[in-house]
C-alpha cells in the first residue's frame, strides 16, 4: 500500500478495491470513505470502519472502464441537469488526484467527446479529524467556446432496505399573507403516489426502498424544493444525513428542485441540486454537501419518531 504524500490528520492511502487495482482510501477514527481513481470522480464507499458501505455497488460493474458505455457503479457521484444526453458522458476514465492540507480534490479529465459538451468534473474531499463529518465539493468547469445553462446535481446511491426523508415546507392555517404556494412536489411519469413505499405526512416525505415492490412501476422519484437544507436516509440502525446552502431565490432545476429522491428495486438516490447558472466559457459552478453518519438510531415508521428520534440527530450535524 503506498500512502498519499500530504499534510493533513486524515490518513489516506492507495489500494485495491473490488476489482479496480487504484482506489483512494480516505479515514479517521471513526469512518472511511473509498474514491476510485481508476475511473471517477466517484466516491463509491462511505461508512463506519469495519462496518458496512452505506452506499450500494453495483457488483457486475466492478473494474471496468475505459470505454464509452456509461456505467452507474453506484456511491456518490457528480452528474449535470438538466437531464440530457450530456449528463450521461460515461465517468470511465481515470482522474487526477491531489492533496491540499486536509483535502483531496478528483479531477476527471474534459468531456471533449460525444455526447459530452466540453464540461470537467472535480470533487473535493475533506474529512475531520474525528467523527463522521465529510465536506464534499463539487466542481463543473465549462471548458467550451459556448455558455451552458446548468446546474451541478450530487447523487448519493444508497444501500437497499431503508428509506429517505426529506423535510417539507412549514404548514399554516391559511390567512391574508399565506395565498400563494409555499414550495413544489415534481411528479415524473412513472411517480405514483398510491404507491406504498411512499409516506407523505404533514411535515415529511418518507420514501422506502423495497425490492419486491408489486406496483405498476418499479421505479419512483419526486423533488421539492427543501427550505431545510438538508436529507436523511435510515438504513439498519444507521441515519446517513446531508445538508446543502438554500439559495432561497434563485433558480433550481426540474421546477424547483434543490432535492430529490429516486428509488427502484436495487437502491434508493438521495440527490441535491445546485441553482441552475449560465456558465459562461471558463466559468465554474460550485455546491457543496455536508455529510454526518450516525449509528445506534432507534427504528420507527411516523412522524412522532421523526420529530423525537432523527431530528435532533439533523440538528447536531453542524
Known amino acids: 500500500m503506498q500512502k498519499h504524500a500530504g499534510v493533513g490528520t486524515a490518513k489516506a492511502e492507495e489500494v485495491e478495491y473490488q476489482k479496480w487495482k487504484k482506489a483512494l482510501k480516505i479515514s479517521n477514527d471513526t469512518v472511511q470513505l473509498i474514491v476510485l481513481t481508476e475511473v471517477g470522480p466517484r466516491i463509491l464507499f462511505f461508512g463506519f470502519r469495519g462496518e458496512d458501505n452505506e452506499f450500494h455497488e453495483i457488483r457486475e460493474h466492478a473494474g471496468k472502464g475505459g470505454d464509452q458505455t456509461f456505467r452507474v457503479y453506484g456511491g456518490h457521484r457528480l452528474w449535470v441537469s438538466p437531464e440530457v444526453a450530456c449528463t450521461y458522458y460515461p465517468d470511465n476514465v481515470p482522474v487526477s488526484v491531489r492533496r491540499q492540507g486536509d483535502d483531496f480534490i478528483f479531477t476527471a479529465p474534459p468531456e471533449s467527446t460525444h455526447p459530452g459538451t466540453n464540461l470537467q468534473k472535480e470533487i473535493e474531499i475533506k474529512l475531520a479529524e474525528t467523527g463522521s463529518s465529510v465536506i464534499v465539493t463539487h ?82 422519484m419526486t423533488g421539492i424544493f427543501n427550505p431545510f437544507g438538508w436529507g436523511a436516509y435510515f438504513r439498519r440502525g444507521h441515519l446517513f444525513v446531508k445538508k446543502t446552502d438554500v ?72
Open 139 to 220: 466542481r463543473i468547469y465549462n471548458l467550451g467556446r459556448e455558455s451552458a445553462e446548468i446546474a451541478p446535481w450530487a447523487l448519493s446511491v444508497m444501500a437497499g432496505d431503508g428509506k429517505a426523508i426529506l423535510p417539507l415546507p412549514p404548514r399554516a392555517p391559511l390567512s391574508a399573507d399565506r395565498l400563494l404556494p409555499e414550495g413544489v412536489l415534481a411528479l415524473w411519469c412513472y411517480t405514483d403516489l398510491a404507491d406504498p413505499r411512499w409516506k407523505i405526512g404533514t411535515k415529511y416525505i418518507q420514501l422506502h426502498q423495497a425490492s419486491n415492490s408489486a406496483c405498476t412501476f418499479t421505479q419512483q
Open 247 to 318: 439559495e432561497k431565490d434563485a433558480k433550481y432545476p426540474d421546477f424547483g428542485c434543490n432535492f430529490e429522491i429516486y428509488t427502484d428495486e436495487h437502491s434508493l438516490e438521495l440527490e441535491t441540486l445546485g441553482p441552475l447558472r449560465n456558465l459562461k466559457s471558463g466559468e465554474a459552478a460550485e455546491h457543496t454537501e455536508h455529510w454526518w453518519l450516525f449509528k445506534d438510531i432507534q427504528a420507527g415508521e411516523d412522524e412522532s419518531w421523526i420529530d423525537a428520534i432523527i431530528l435532533p440527530k439533523i440538528e447536531t450535524a453542524k
